[in-house]
């Protein structure tokens, strides 16, 4: 049951610790965001305070951490980048405009009560996209701190474009991103203490004192927060058109990240899930960022985790770190402008280390399931970019469903001796086929795609009993599959029960669900009678042919 909304309590004790050490993340990982997705810096610190905000109020997870997230920065840079033939200022308004529409999106699939289709992208979908997802953005990382500028923007010219370039490569600007990376790591150690905040602190200290300068690093530069303002992006018809296009793929990397992680930590504590609440409230706070010209956000599993670890007990954790991190933007603002940038590209690297794990990818080789899927959307995302290699992983997920779907199995059934059991005789050896019935199961459930093929083939081994004289009377079918039928498989059954009396065989439904047996009640097949399918079991309906 999901849980109700209450009216948000003032943090406690554990709530300011963890509130103050996430607030040493997320501000400097918002505007290292803002980088990936090619906005200015303070569209990640707007959208940080409208999803810490917006989630405390409206939220249901007390540990989830809303706002910007490497994977939707990176995909609202390849959505605005696919936007030709304008203007960066009008590429901009379209990326703004694109988190409006997702949020609208989210909000319309929340109240359409949509959250069941969470897992519309499968794992292994988001496993293989994951991971090129996170190479790719370290590789865009590299720049920052080599001082080049790559000619092209896919993945594997791009990665030649900067080692290719290794003869002007800054070798400061690379040791400080090692150095910072190694830092991170060994204070991450200690959950409490605000590593990315520390580095970053040394890092002004270093551009203060004039180092940076000598060492020819830039630094972030104007964050102009006063330039953020309630409006809305002005567009014609056929822009917003576009920017519709183009935010499905938006709404749907924030929707499976988020549901991901505020599903994995309610289950590790015994809390309840309202995934159509917080569609909504993703919904309102990804509208709420625009309305300001902030970024996409949602509910990240790094900063999550990291507020639960932080020992967070409560949403107020949230409400805590947005009070500090508006604390530090209104008394440091000119120090965080002189954050060097292979600072921002160690924090970014960093924060998608946990996803550059190839292992996450074994299970599906060890079970040989959905292996294919998984290489898919990993070789996708690096040959075709990081919004068009989603869809093509979404893709193909989607047709080797319908592959899957459309195969016309169906099992045999025979009776095991002295039980009420009947299986498939050619995984059970003594399992016995009863004279004169022919027991078929389709092992997936009848729809459009395999409805035909399936009572072709059943037609088949039926005229193949008939030609051999075995003796066939009956023919029953088990429906356990299938918990609906479609107006096709409605039209082949019909079809199928006409040539079954046309044969002169007795036809039977077994294992039929409440809801196909209330349809066939409306369909009213001419040669199928009521009772032909109220047999509950197989066995039940063998028996009522014996008894016939």
């Not at 924060?351 to 996708?380: G, I, S």
């Not at 356990?480 to 007795?506: C, H, N």
């Amino acid at each position: 049951m999901s849980p109700k909304w209450v009216m948000p309590k003032g943090p406690k004790a554990a709530d300011w610790v963890a509130g103050l050490s996430i607030a040493g993340l997320l501000l400097p990982e918002a505007v290292a965001y803002a980088g990936i997705a090619g906005a200015p810096p303070q569209a990640g610190v707007m959208a940080l305070f409208a999803g810490l905000l917006v989630y405390f109020v409206l939220g249901s997870s007390r540990f989830a951490i809303v706002s910007s997230t490497s994977s939707s920065a990176a995909v609202l840079l390849a959505a605005t980048t696919s936007v030709l033939h304008v203007t960066d200022e009008h590429r901009h308004l379209m990326g703004v405009a694109m988190v409006l529409v997702a949020g609208v999106m989210l909000a319309l699939a929340g109240i359409a009560r949509l959250g069941a289709v969470s897992q519309f992208i499968a794992k292994p979908v988001l496993r293989g996209f994951a991971l090129g997802l996170a190479l790719t953005i370290v590789v865009k990382q590299l720049p920052l701190a080599l001082g080049v500028h790559p000619a092209h923007s896919d993945f594997l010219r791009y990665l030649w474009d900067v080692l290719r370039q290794w003869p002007q490569w800054n070798w400061y600007g690379l040791t400080m991103m090692l150095t910072a990376l190694v830092l991170l790591r060994l204070l991450g150690r200690w959950k409490a203490v605000p590593a990315a905040l520390l580095v970053i602190a040394a890092g002004i200290a270093l551009d203060a004192l004039g180092y940076c300068q000598r060492w020819g690093i830039e630094a972030v530069g104007t964050i102009a927060i006063e330039s953020a303002h309630l409006a809305l992006p002005a567009l014609d018809w056929a822009d917003w058109l576009r920017v519709g296009q183009l935010a499905v793929a938006l709404v749907l990397i924030i929707y499976a990240e988020s549901y991901s992680s505020i599903r994995t930590l309610a289950m590790r504590h015994g809390d309840t899930v309202a995934p159509n609440r917080d569609l909504v409230v993703l919904g309102a706070a990804n509208m709420l960022s625009a309305l300001f010209q902030g970024m996409p956000v949602g509910a990240g599993y790094s900063a999550s985790s990291a507020n639960e670890v932080a020992g967070a007990v409560s949403k107020a954790a949230s409400l805590v770190a947005c009070a500090v991190v508006g604390l530090l933007v209104w008394q440091l603002l000119p120090w965080m402008e002189r954050i060097p940038e292979p600072l921002l590209a160690a924090i970014v690297i960093h924060a998608v280390a946990h996803t550059l794990n190839p292992a996450a990818l074994k299970p599906y080789f060890v079970w040989r399931r959905d292996r294919l899927v998984v290489l898919v959307a990993f070789v996708a995302v690096i040959l075709l970019g990081v919004l068009d290699g989603l869809l093509a992983a979404m893709g193909a997920s989607v047709l080797m469903l319908l592959k899957r779907l459309a195969d016309a199995r169906v099992s045999w059934l025979g009776q095991i001796p002295q039980s009420h059991d009947y299986v498939d005789t050619a995984r059970h050896a003594e399992a016995q086929s009863v004279p004169g019935v022919l027991i078929a199961r389709p092992e997936e459930p009848l729809f459009f795609g395999n409805a035909d093929a399936v009572f072709v083939r059943l037609l088949a081994q039926v005229d193949d009993q008939i030609r051999l004289k075995t003796g066939l009377k009956a023919v029953v079918l088990s429906l356990e599959e299938s918990p609906d039928l479609d107006s096709t498989a409605i039209e082949a059954l019909t079809e199928f029960a006409t040539q079954i009396a046309q044969r002169g065989l007795v036809l039977k439904l077994a294992r039929v669900k409440d809801s196909v047996r209330e349809l066939l009640g409306r369909v009213k097949i001419p040669t199928l009678a009521a009772s032909s399918y109220v047999a509950w079991s197989v066995d039940d309906a063998v028996t009522a042919l014996a008894s016939d």
